[in-house]
């Protein structure tokens, strides 16, 4: 009887590189059976204490330390040799290996940011191997696209000012379909952008009077 073909892991590479913030971030490259994926580990502005680490380089002469050569060469160094031959596509025994070379339950040996990568272009590799969507290959089940979530308005760590709230979104709920609820999120978030700028106006002006009548009555104090 024929094997059914898998995605065979042929090589790990890993790269430096700057995220949307302009931090870096590690981006892993994967080659299993010809195919070739790549994933870019996403990295927030926050962290819980409950979080898995990432890995950073401290060095203060590189991207004021937050440089991620380490976490780089694990990838390349620490995990690549485990990974090369196993099949990208059994994604738990892929993610449960990656856990026991960290042998951390915070991933603090090697980072986050080096296993997460890699965990992550396992599955894209393994869609492309399979010809198939990587929402598709994570779900066969999936056919509807979900309500999106809208970020409209930032606070916490993501702003310099403003809400405690980390962030505040729109879900667009009652959309016909998910370009409706996409212009619904874009009319709110216009509508909302008006509204704030004329608060803001306002309070602009009742500063200016509270200022001028403050002014006044100094000086009429002064006088006195």
């Known amino acids: 009887m024929e094997k059914t073909p898998k995605p065979i892991i042929e090589k790990v590479h890993a790269r430096e590189i700057l995220d949307s913030r302009g931090f870096p971030t590690v981006e892993v490259e994967i080659i299993a059976s010809g195919h070739k994926s790549i994933s870019a580990v996403p990295s927030g502005a926050s962290t819980g204490e409950f979080e898995a680490l990432e890995l950073r380089d401290g060095d203060s002469k590189r991207f004021h330390g937050k440089g991620v050569l380490k976490a780089v060469d694990n990838v390349i160094n620490r995990f690549g040799p485990a990974l090369v031959g196993q099949d990208a596509s059994n994604q738990k025994e892929i993610d449960d290996l990656l856990i026991n070379i960290d042998g951390t339950s ?102 200016k009077k509270n200022t001028k009548t403050e002014k006044k009555r100094n000086r009429k104090a002064k006088r006195n």
């Open 106 to 207: 915070n991933k603090s040996t090697f980072g986050a940011n080096a296993s997460l990568g890699i965990s992550m272009a396992c599955s894209v590799v393994s869609a492309a191997f399979y010809n198939k969507p990587l929402y598709s290959y994570l779900n066969p089940n999936s056919s509807i696209l979900p309500v999106p979530m809208i970020n409209v308005l930032n606070g916490g760590m993501h702003a310099d000012q403003g809400s405690d709230l980390q962030e505040i979104m729109l879900f667009p709920h009652g959309a016909k379909n998910f370009k409706h609820s996409i212009q619904m999120g874009s009319e709110v978030f216009h509508c909302l952008k008006k509204e704030l700028k004329k608060q803001e106006k306002n309070l602009k002006k009742t500063f």
